[in-house]
């Protein structure tokens, strides 16, 4: 009895230090890749942040509005500062989940597969976003500058109108990127967009139908005189 007990520790003493033996150098792996992960990101962020300060990018976004945008947005930070921690986190994270990879356990490399699956619709949404920004504050400045020029008292109403209608297309399209709620997105945006164009269709309809009466009588009228020329000749 006491040699059948015996071997069953030794086997098991066995088998829980060859499982270590196997997982240990997994574990080196991960923390030497989470090491370096953080000592890139900082190398990355320090690199970035001068090559942006070195082209005056911090200019470059006040120029383009977005700048105004982050501060409206509740982001206090520069858009360099910004751009530095988004690279940071962006390098480590990658080699955080390599290191989870590292370990090859079952979780691991299911979550992985998640997340490098999702990485190109979030860097496209960035993108987008991004985008959206630029082409808000952009078409708002215009439309503020050109409905001045022509002493329209609602000039800043129609920027921010412009400003609004462009994000809230934007955030739709982010949003369908990101695939989260796809289609209540498309079908909010699609009411909404409906109920805006009919809207303004209505309110023209009734603000201009005295116009539009005054152009069609007057149509009428020219058509009318012209064919009694024709008559008389």
Same mark, same amino acid.
């Given at each position: 009895? &006491? %040699?059948?007990?015996?071997? !069953?520790?030794?086997?098991?003493?066995?088998?829980?230090?060859?499982?270590?033996?196997?997982?240990?150098?997994?574990?080196? @792996?991960?923390?030497?890749?989470?090491?370096?992960?953080?000592?890139?990101?900082?190398? =990355?962020? #320090?690199?970035?942040?001068?090559? *942006?300060?070195?082209?005056?990018?911090?200019?470059?976004?006040?120029?383009?509005?977005?700048?105004? &945008?982050? +501060?409206? =947005?509740?982001?206090?930070?520069?858009?360099?500062?910004? #751009?530095?921690? *988004?690279?940071?986190?962006?390098?480590? *994270?990658?080699?955080?989940?390599?290191? /989870?990879? @590292?370990?090859?356990?079952? !979780? &691991?490399?299911?979550?992985?597969?998640?997340?490098?699956?999702?990485?190109?619709?979030?860097? =496209?949404?960035?993108?987008?976003?991004?985008?959206? /920004?630029?082409?808000?504050?952009?078409?708002?400045? =215009?439309?503020?500058?050109?409905?001045?020029?022509?002493?329209?008292?609602?000039?800043?109403?129609?920027?921010?109108?412009?400003?609004?209608?462009?994000?809230?297309?934007?955030?739709?399209?982010?949003?369908?990127?990101?695939?989260?709620?796809?289609?209540?997105?498309?079908?909010?945006? &699609?009411?909404?967009?409906?109920? +805006?164009?009919?809207?303004?269709?209505?309110?023209?309809?009734?603000?201009?139908?005295?116009?539009?009466?005054? @152009?069609? %009588?007057?149509?009428?009228?020219?058509?009318?005189?012209?064919?009694?020329?024709?008559?008389?000749?």
């Amino acid at each position: 009895m &006491s %040699e059948l007990w015996r071997e !069953a520790m030794v086997e098991a003493f066995r088998d829980t230090m060859k499982r270590i033996a196997l997982f240990l150098p997994n574990l080196l @792996a991960m923390i030497s890749l989470v090491a370096a992960g953080l000592v890139a990101a900082w190398l =990355a962020k #320090v690199v970035l942040l001068r090559l *942006l300060r070195a082209v005056r990018f911090d200019s470059l976004c006040e120029r383009w509005g977005l700048a105004a &945008s982050l +501060v409206k =947005a509740g982001v206090r930070q520069s858009p360099a500062h910004l #751009v530095g921690r *988004l690279a940071y986190w962006v390098i480590f *994270l990658l080699f955080a989940f390599m290191g /989870l990879g @590292a370990l090859q356990l079952p !979780a &691991s490399t299911s979550l992985m597969n998640v997340i490098f699956g999702f990485l190109p619709s979030l860097l =496209a949404a960035l993108f987008l976003l991004l985008f959206g /920004l630029l082409m808000a504050n952009f078409f708002a400045e =215009a439309a503020l500058i050109a409905a001045v020029n022509a002493q329209v008292q609602e000039a800043r109403l129609i920027a921010n109108l412009i400003r609004w209608g462009i994000m809230i297309f934007t955030t739709a399209m982010v949003l369908t990127q990101l695939g989260i709620a796809k289609e209540i997105v498309v079908a909010a945006f &699609s009411i909404t967009f409906g109920g +805006v164009v009919l809207a303004l269709a209505i309110a023209l309809g009734l603000g201009g139908r005295n116009i539009a009466k005054e @152009a069609l %009588e007057r149509r009428l009228r020219d058509t009318r005189e012209r064919e009694e020329d024709i008559s008389h000749l």
